[in-house]
């Protein structure tokens, strides 16, 4: 027998996880009306589909329990486009750690999100704020080049690449590789990752960082070895910098502004499927009048 | 048909280690809308319960090949109600004889899907046992 679960009202908060993930735009605005809790830490793991994201969080999360209480992990996979259901995989990757009594891993579908996050994204992390978890990781669905969303969700972004992905690293040039606090070249027991730490490295390392300025970390990695230990050291060393130059108030403004921009971005949704089947014969100017004159009204 | 919004715990207690059945229903319940985890092979029913549990799904559905239905049915209702969430219902699928399949529903199963059912009328079924 496992030792009972640690974190005592479990099914309450999966409960509510689930009512925060179906919540209209109304309720949502009501429920961040009434709730102002101090956010966990937040860890936020991205990267494209397939490159060892949830292998690596399994491990993260049981070198991080040993210095934590209560951890939770938020893994998005994609929805869809076609029958609006989903496989939520990420799951099986983490049975290693699924039954640790301090771990608290909830799947989530992408459902209208298109940048690598999901509906009620930030409801759902209020929840987890609510429930008083030591940290958080987040983990995106697999991303191409431009989904760097997450930057406004976290405390400290971790990209995940794999030798494979040096095409798309030569794409991600100019988006989500500027974005990162911590890379990491995964599956290194792999052929061409010494190509892509290089190439990465190439990028990251020569890029102009201002006296006090986060440098990230190119660091490697694999099932095979114990590199998750530096992964973990980097991430405390990036929350101890954070603590000492981060502008707070930058970040809260652009949580906040990410935020109203996905509740009003669902709003419009909300709209479109409310409205009358007609609308959409109407001139681009009177639908986007009709819209904006609905979005006016207070909810 | 849909399912539109259902999340599905597909788990696979017991030894047996064929999970194709599984990965089936897994693909068609996808493709019907719903929500679908799978836990992979060889799960005890504490640990299916706990899963469904924490991912609050609105159904488990139990891929058993070894035919110790009655036994994994019970132990994961019984689970399933330590952690409060008897709501939950469980589902079977699998190698059923026909003369278990009441027994099955009489213990609380939400409905026994055979291997010799049609998946469009395993769906059909579920979605109904689900509105
Ligand atoms: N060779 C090798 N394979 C790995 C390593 N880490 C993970 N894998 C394998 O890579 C595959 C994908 O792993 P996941 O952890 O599911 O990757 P992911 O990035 O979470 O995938 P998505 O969520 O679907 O985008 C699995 O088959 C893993 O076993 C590694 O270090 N080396
Ligand atoms: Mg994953």
């Given amino acids: 027998m496992e030792s009972p679960p640690r974190l005592s009202n479990r099914r309450a908060l999966s409960r509510a996880l689930t009512r925060a993930s179906r919540a209209s735009v109304a309720d949502c605005l009501a429920a961040v009306a009434s709730s102002p809790h101090d956010p966990a830490t937040r860890i936020g793991i991205t990267g494209p589909p397939g490159a060892g994201k949830s292998t690596l969080i399994a491990r993260l999360a049981a070198t991080r329990l040993e210095a934590r209480a209560r951890m939770a992990v938020l893994a998005i996979d994609p929805t869809s486009p076609i029958s609006r259901g989903s496989i939520l995989g990420d799951r099986i990757r983490m049975d290693t750690v699924a039954e640790h009594p301090g771990l608290y891993i909830r799947s989530i579908p992408s459902r209208n999100a298109h940048d690598g996050l999901a509906d009620n994204i930030c409801e759902m992390l209020m929840v987890l704020d609510k429930h008083g978890f030591d940290e958080v990781i987040l983990e995106t669905v697999g991303v191409g080049q431009a989904d760097y969303e997450i930057r406004n969700l976290v405390d400290t972004v971790v990209l995940v690449l794999v030798p494979e992905s040096g095409d798309a690293v030569q794409a991600m040039k100019a988006g989500i590789l500027e974005t990162a606090d911590i890379y990491v070249v995964n599956k290194c027991d792999c052929a061409g990752a010494e190509q892509m730490l290089h190439d990465i490295r190439s990028v990251v390392d020569y890029r102009h960082v201002e006296p006090g300025e986060w440098r990230p970390p190119v660091l490697s990695a694999s099932i095979t070895d114990d590199s998750i230990a530096e992964l973990d050291e980097a991430i405390n060393a990036h929350s101890l910098w954070r603590d000492d130059h981060n502008d707070a108030d930058l970040h809260r403004r652009a949580r906040l502004r990410y935020h109203v921009e996905s509740l009003m971005s669902r709003r419009v949704a909300e709209l479109f499927d409310e409205a009358r089947s007609d609308l959409l014969q109407r001139p681009i100017r009177e639908v986007y009048a009709e819209l904006a004159r609905k979005l006016g009204e207070v909810l | ?131």
């Fill in chain 2, 1 to 131: 048909m849909s399912l539109k919004g259902k999340r599905i715990l597909i788990a696979k207690p017991g030894l047996d280690g064929h999970d194709v059945g599984a990965k089936i229903i897994t693909l068609a319940l996808r493709d019907a809308g719903a929500d679908v985890i799978y836990t992979g092979l060889r799960k005890s029913p504490d640990y299916i319960a706990r899963v469904a549990a924490d991912e609050d799904v609105d159904a488990v559905g139990l891929s058993i090949l070894s035919g110790s239905h009655h036994t994994l049915l019970a132990q994961t209702l019984d689970e399933l109600a330590k952690l409060g969430a008897a709501n939950i219902g469980v589902f079977i699928g699998g190698t059923i004889a026909p003369q278990d399949t009441q027994a099955l529903l009489e213990m609380g199963a939400l409905g026994v899907f055979t291997s010799e059912m049609s998946l469009n009328d395993t769906l059909s079924a579920l979605e109904a046992a689900l509105s």
